[in-house]
C-alpha cells in the first residue's frame, strides 16, 4: 500500500479557527484548542481531564481562551468574552 493511499483514508485534524476578544485583536485556535473550548462551555476541575488537555488549557490560559477559577482544586472554564470568528 502506498502513502498516499494511507494518508487518504485517514479523517483529517479539525481545522483551526481565530477567536477575538476585544475587536480587531485575534486569537488563533488550532483544532485540538476548538475541541477542548467546546468542553469548557461549563466548569470542569482540572484534574479530571488528561495529562494532555491539562497542558494543552495552560496554553489556552496564557491565551486567554480560557480562565482558571480556584487554588486550590481549580476549575476551568472557556472564556465568556471570547468571539469565534
Known amino acids: ?3 498516499s493511499e494511507l494518508l487518504a483514508s485517514v479523517d ?7 477567536y477575538s476578544i476585544i475587536d480587531g485583536f485575534e486569537i488563533y ?3 485540538e484548542e476548538v475541541e477542548i473550548l467546546k468542553k469548557l462551555s461549563k466548569p470542569v476541575k482540572l484534574a479530571s481531564l ?7 488549557i495552560q496554553a489556552m490560559i ?3 481562551l480560557v480562565t482558571k477559577v480556584g487554588w486550590e482544586n481549580p476549575m476551568v472554564v472557556a472564556n465568556e468574552k471570547i468571539k469565534q470568528n
Request: proline content about 9%; overall charge positive.
Open 62 to 64: 496564557r491565551k486567554s
Open 12 to 18: 483529517p485534524a479539525p481545522k483551526g479557527s481565530t
Open 1 to 3: 500500500m502506498k502513502v
Open 50 to 56: 488528561s495529562e494532555h488537555d491539562q497542558f494543552r
Open 29 to 31: 485556535a488550532s483544532g
